[in-house]
């Protein structure tokens, strides 16, 4: 099999394509890269007769990038990275650290004792002042995407299905119990929920909840985008809901949240990871911070949590 040798015509050419892919079609390409669509068409002629093969086609459908054409997008991709990477290389031998360092955390995790994220942003920012540092709060399942189409470098959230090939150290647990608004009359038992009127506070990407919904056959009025909104949900009272125990712990004082009684079999466990794209070579900012990350736990490679019913 020849391999394939990249010209700096092949990386342009490859860059033009990977904008095409990513603007969805030649109209929105031409204000992206500030060409006609003539020449982009010419540009994308100019590849497939590179790579002996269909990239996209343009009929009735719309644009569609075909099957190969997906494959010669992760090329593209890869390639951008690396020029990335070498850029950021070359500014760290002659300036320093330096470049941007995107982190993504799932909601609600600052409060958890055994997150020690806070601590390896400060760590980090003391070894690396010229790097900026953008955080941002999202729910897993954005921030898996996030990963996917690297609008992060790494993101902090519960172990991903394997099938996004994804990378994940396992770092902390987090403990989950079903929790509602305590009555006025006192404690509140697992049998009486549905007496009581209880409705379930169901999570968006929440299997637990769907489960404790054929169990207990209540009904699910209340509908949560993340985990501060389920929280707010239970906190109104008549919502039961899982919460992990450390969000539960700050807010009890005052909402009056406690366990249900007689749901100690329904409690379960989640392991949260620091996760990446396996595929993805780490900028020397993003390698920097994974070291900050070993230092701060020293915990990478233990068996993470079943993510089961206890």
């Not at 075909?66 to 690396?82: I, M, N, P, S």
Request: glycine share 8%; with cysteine.
């Amino acid at each position: 099999m020849e391999r394939i040798r990249l010209t700096e015509r092949d990386l342009r050419l490859l860059s033009i394509f990977r904008v095409l892919v990513e603007t969805g079609g030649l109209t929105a390409a031409e204000t992206s890269l500030g060409m006609e669509r003539s020449t982009i068409s010419r540009h994308l002629q100019a590849l497939e007769g590179r790579v002996g093969g269909t990239l996209c086609t343009r009929g009735p459908a719309g644009f569609q990038v075909t099957e190969f054409g997906h494959k010669v997008y992760q090329a593209a991709l890869a390639a951008r990275d690396a020029t990335l990477r070498a850029e950021e290389a070359l500014t760290e031998a002659v300036n320093g650290l330096s470049g941007k360092l995107l982190l993504g955390v799932a909601d609600n995790t600052i409060s958890n004792p055994d997150c020690h994220l806070v601590r390896a942003i400060g760590k980090f920012r003391a070894m690396a002042p010229d790097v900026e540092t953008h955080l941002s709060i999202a729910p897993p399942p954005e921030l898996i995407q996030d990963i996917i189409h690297r609008r992060l470098d790494y993101a902090f959230l519960a172990v991903p299905p394997a099938r996004f090939g994804l990378a994940a150290e396992p770092l902390f647990d987090e403990e989950f119990r079903l929790y509602a608004r305590r009555p006025a009359s006192g404690v509140l038992l697992l049998r009486d929920l549905a007496r009581l009127g209880f409705a379930i506070a169901m999570r968006a990407n929440h299997w637990q909840s769907q489960v404790l919904t054929e169990e207990l056959r209540l009904p699910h009025h209340g509908f949560a985008r993340g985990l501060e909104s389920e929280a707010m949900l239970i906190a109104s009272g008549g919502y039961v809901g899982f919460l992990p125990t450390h969000l539960v712990g700050a807010l009890a004082p005052r909402y009056r949240m406690a366990e249900v009684r007689g749901a100690e079999h329904l409690r379960y466990a989640i392991t949260f990871s620091l996760v990446n794209d396996r595929k993805r070579m780490a900028s020397p900012a993003g390698h920097a911070f994974a070291q900050v990350m070993h230092d701060v736990y020293g915990t990478y490679g233990r068996a993470p949590a079943t993510g089961q019913f206890l």
